[in-house]
């Protein structure tokens, strides 16, 4: 990236302003004459046009004027001095001008134009023909680039560039666009049975293409040597600098740079990288997924219509099988396999304890399963239990706590050597001094004065050059650990 790209882009400023309606009517009256090849535009032309809209009955050309050269500062149109049209020197001295859209607001409007354009809704296609134009525009690239000339190597560089963003945006948009809210409902609804089958085999011949098409497609970017697709982008690059630019231009560096960049992303779209699958992937599973989500939606209207629709005829026919049965433990038995158990109680009871799908349930242990009454009286019966006296118990887990925080403090105190705590001199130590003296260094960076008081009331404060550079190593039974050169500074004091 380079400093461009963070900087704000001034020619958009007139989009969201207080008086954004009258910039937007200027930079886009300037816009259609561009377009129509008028290339400069005078004032007059500009009021004149205003005035026949009814909201601009008040405005006047000193606005006008304030407006253009508002629009002069935001870099969105460009003025020109008219001197043919000076008669006298006071006529000159007016400086009278007309104006030029600049190239950003030109884009910008076209930019406005097309999202007008789009609606609320995407649009988007899915086209298997697409994956074909990539695969011989990119075997013309990859095997007979040799041949060609400058300007027909960079036209097929070019058809590659849009047959290729042509598939990743319209896919995209098309996806989302079956994905989205509104077309969701329309799935739900009983008209859309008429448009399953459509949707279906749309999708399934795109998915055909792919598969098709895929596996050619990520060879070739595989068996393309990179020497041969480096020599492609200098003659791209030279063909670049053929072309006569005023102004700026890029070098040879740069051009190739961009070529090698697009390739990399096509490259990758298509085959993937180390630590992620392609977005081809992606794309075949979104519409996999898509089409099981169609036919899902498509099988649950149908059997909503099947649950509405009259099944007295069904049962009349079945009617007579029971007609015919000889006597009522045969009808039983019909009854079992039509409508199912007429009483069926399900019991939740612990995961079987074997995994062998092929052994039988009478093999396995009884499950127990507690029942309850349901009913809001009932009540588990309780046992009363004693409350003993834990008094000694507690006493003796008190005693055996304080010696052994007696032992640790013990060993503290014995690190401590002039009333310090040198990090770096301290011989190996217990895993338990390591966690205190290390908590004992985060309190104290974390206040200001780096001076905290513990529970035992002794007074440490820390002692340490940021700048220092240098580290320690400080030996414990469970490692070693590296930290800069500190030092703590150790008082009594009473205990909390």
């Given at each position: 990236?380079?400093?461009?790209?963070?900087c704000?882009?001034?020619?958009?400023?007139?989009?969201?302003?207080?008086?954004t309606?009258?910039?937007?009517?200027?930079?886009?009256?300037?816009y259609?004459?561009?377009?129509?090849?008028?290339?400069?535009?005078?004032?007059?032309d500009?009021?004149?046009?205003?005035?026949?809209?009814?909201?601009?009955?008040?405005?006047?050309?000193?606005?006008?004027?304030?407006?253009?050269a508002?629009?002069?500062?935001?870099?969105?149109?460009?003025?020109?001095?008219?001197?043919?049209?000076?008669?006298?020197?006071?006529?000159?001295?007016?400086?009278?001008?007309?104006?030029?859209?600049?190239?950003?607001?030109v884009?910008i409007?076209?930019?406005?134009?097309?999202?007008?354009?789009?609606?609320?809704?995407?649009?988007?296609?899915?086209?298997?023909?697409?994956?074909?134009?990539?695969?011989?525009?990119?075997r013309?690239?990859?095997?007979?680039?040799?041949?060609?000339?400058?300007a027909e190597?960079?036209?097929?560089?070019?058809d590659?560039?849009?047959?290729?963003?042509?598939?990743?945006?319209?896919s995209?948009?098309?996806?989302a666009?079956?994905?989205?809210?509104?077309?969701?409902?329309?799935?739900?609804?009983?008209?859309?049975?008429?448009y399953?089958?459509?949707?279906?085999?749309?999708?399934?011949?795109?998915?055909?293409?792919?598969?098709?098409?895929?596996?050619?497609?990520?060879?070739?970017f595989n068996?393309?040597k990179?020497?041969?697709?480096?020599?492609?982008?200098?003659?791209?690059?030279?063909?670049?600098?053929q072309?006569?630019r005023?102004g700026?231009?890029?070098?040879?560096?740069?051009?190739?740079?961009?070529?090698?960049?697009?390739?990399?992303?096509?490259?990758d779209?298509?085959?993937?990288?180390?630590?992620?699958?392609?977005?081809?992937?992606?794309?075949?599973?979104?519409?996999?997924?898509?089409?099981?989500?169609?036919?899902?939606?498509a099988?649950?209207?149908?059997?909503q219509?099947?649950?509405?629709?009259?099944?007295?005829?069904?049962y009349?026919?079945?009617?007579?099988?029971?007609?015919?049965?000889?006597?009522?433990?045969?009808?039983?038995?019909?009854?079992?396999?039509?409508?199912?158990a007429s009483?069926?109680?399900?019991?939740?009871?612990?995961?079987?304890?074997?995994?062998?799908?092929?052994?039988?349930?009478?093999?396995?242990?009884p499950?127990?399963?507690?029942?309850?009454?349901r009913?809001?009286?009932?009540?588990?019966?309780?046992?009363?239990?004693?409350?003993?006296?834990?008094?000694?118990?507690?006493?003796?887990?008190?005693?055996?706590?304080?010696?052994?925080?007696?032992?640790?403090?013990?060993?503290l105190?014995?690190?401590v050597v002039d009333?310090?705590?040198?990090?770096?001199?301290?011989?190996?130590?217990?895993?338990?001094?390591?966690?205190?003296?290390?908590?004992?260094?985060a309190r104290?960076?974390?206040?200001?004065?780096?001076e905290?008081?513990t529970?035992?009331?002794?007074?440490?404060?820390?002692?340490?050059?940021?700048?220092?550079?240098?580290?320690?190593?400080?030996?414990?039974?469970?490692?070693?650990?590296?930290?800069p050169?500190?030092?703590?500074?150790?008082?009594?004091?009473?205990?909390?």
């Open positions: 990236m380079n400093e461009n790209d963070f704000r882009i001034t020619e958009t400023a007139y989009l969201n302003q207080e008086n309606w009258r910039y937007r009517a200027i930079v886009h009256y300037c259609k004459k561009h377009e129509h090849m008028q290339t400069y535009v005078y004032p007059e500009i009021y004149h046009k205003l005035r026949k809209d009814v909201h601009f009955q008040e405005y006047s050309f000193e606005q006008l004027e304030q407006d253009l508002q629009l002069v500062a935001w870099n969105n149109l460009k003025p020109h001095q008219e001197t043919g049209r000076a008669r006298s020197i006071l006529d000159f001295k007016r400086r009278k001008f007309r104006y030029q859209c600049t190239p950003y607001t884009e409007e076209r930019m406005i134009g097309h999202l007008q354009s789009i609606g609320e809704e995407f649009g988007g296609s899915l086209e298997t023909t697409q994956f074909d134009r990539i695969l011989h525009a990119l013309e690239l990859i095997e007979h680039a040799d041949t060609f000339t400058l190597l960079n036209q097929t560089w070019l590659l560039q849009h047959f290729f963003s042509s598939l990743v945006q319209n995209s948009d098309y996806l666009h079956l994905n989205s809210a509104k077309v969701e409902e329309c799935m739900q609804t009983s008209e859309f049975i008429l399953k089958d459509k949707f279906s085999q749309y999708l399934q011949s795109f998915v055909l293409g792919l598969q098709r098409s895929s596996l050619k497609i990520e060879k070739l068996e393309g990179e020497s041969h697709i480096e020599k492609n982008f200098v003659r791209l690059a030279d063909y670049q600098l072309i006569p005023l700026e231009q890029q070098s040879r560096e740069a051009y190739i740079e961009d070529f090698r960049e697009s390739y990399m992303v096509m490259q779209w298509f085959v993937g990288t180390g630590y992620r699958t392609s977005e081809l992937q992606v794309l075949y599973t979104e519409t996999m997924d898509t089409i099981r989500r169609i036919t899902r939606f099988q649950r209207l149908a059997e219509h099947q649950a509405v629709r009259s099944r007295k005829n069904d009349l026919y079945l009617a007579k099988w029971f007609a015919g049965c000889r006597d009522n433990r045969e009808a039983a038995e019909l009854s079992s396999v039509l409508f199912g009483c069926v109680r399900h019991f939740f009871v612990q995961t079987r304890e074997s995994d062998n799908i092929d052994a039988h349930i009478e093999d396995e242990k499950a127990l399963v507690e029942i309850r009454p009913v809001n009286t009932y009540r588990e019966r309780t046992r009363q239990i004693a409350i003993k006296d834990q008094r000694e118990k507690k006493m003796e887990l008190l005693r055996d706590y304080l010696a052994e925080r007696a032992k640790h403090d013990a060993l105190d014995a690190l009333g310090a705590i040198t990090l770096e001199k301290l011989p190996q130590i217990s895993m338990e001094v390591r966690k205190t003296l290390l908590g004992w260094v104290c960076m974390q206040q200001s004065t780096g905290i008081q529970e035992t009331g002794r007074i440490v404060k820390l002692v340490w050059n940021s700048k220092e550079k240098r580290k320690i190593c400080l030996r414990c039974d469970d490692g070693d650990f590296l930290l050169a500190m030092k703590l500074m150790v008082k009594k004091g009473e205990a909390f």
